[in-house]
């Protein structure tokens, strides 16, 4: 077994998870004993907001040998202190490589608008900054409010500074569950603004959506669809 500083950065890429969805008490120790199950954990990184230092609920967890990876993968969905965890494949290095990379060769492609829905009314922009920062800088998060009510319509917008960051995010992101339901996130062209965003969300498509919301989730589809 090599020594870790034997290994390029590449090679220990491949041997890092991304989490998220995390417990705001969780500490580095507790992802350690949960993924002590599927392999040896070398490093535990979690992620803090730099103003406040609170934990943004996202953290990479590197293991020793790279067949804990598909492992800790096919943890996704597992409570730690009672929140389902997502893992996913450690794409941060690569996305900013590659970004990093194709900006010395065309210069920086520029900012990209990205479409997120589908989002449960309890998420907030911090949540949403906290899953979609390590794929890039982020220039602007807009979650549509209803005015009268107060609460989130159930979606947003997302600019990143780079196009690059914005396609990764979009890939990695889109169809990903947050707090039960599947999250969509898409493209935004230059005409589409928040009146027309709900496009992306038909009816029909919002009924396939809620068959595994449960009941409560249901209701919650059920009084979006009604508020138009």
Do not use: W
């Amino acid at each position: 077994r090599e020594p870790i500083d034997n290994l390029t950065p590449e090679e220990r890429d491949a041997r890092t998870v991304f989490c998220m969805q995390l417990a705001a008490r969780i500490r580095p120790r507790d992802l350690e004993e949960f993924f002590s199950t599927v392999g040896k954990v070398r490093d535990v990184r979690m992620i803090s907001d730099r103003n406040s230092r609170r934990s943004k609920g996202i953290a990479y967890v590197e293991f020793v040998d790279v067949s804990s990876v598909p492992l800790a993968i096919g943890l996704t969905g597992q409570r730690v202190l009672g929140v389902p965890i997502i893992v996913q494949a450690s794409q941060a290095e690569k996305n900013r490589a590659a970004a990093m990379a194709n900006n010395l060769q065309k210069g920086s492609a520029g900012p990209m608008r990205l479409y997120v829905g589908s989002l449960h009314f309890n998420i907030t922009e911090d949540m949403l900054r906290g899953i979609f920062e390590p794929f890039g800088r982020i220039e602007s998060i807009q979650l549509m409010m209803d005015s009268e009510t107060g609460r989130s319509k159930g979606y947003g917008f997302i600019t990143f500074s780079d196009s690059e960051c914005a396609k990764k995010a979009l890939e990695q992101l889109n169809g990903f569950e947050l707090a039960g339901r599947p999250m969509k996130v898409g493209h935004v062209t230059e005409r589409t603004d928040a009146s027309s965003a709900s496009s992306f969300l038909d009816s029909d498509e919002l009924e396939r959506t809620g068959i595994d919301l449960g009941t409560t989730g249901r209701l919650q589809l059920m009084a979006r669809l009604a508020e138009g």
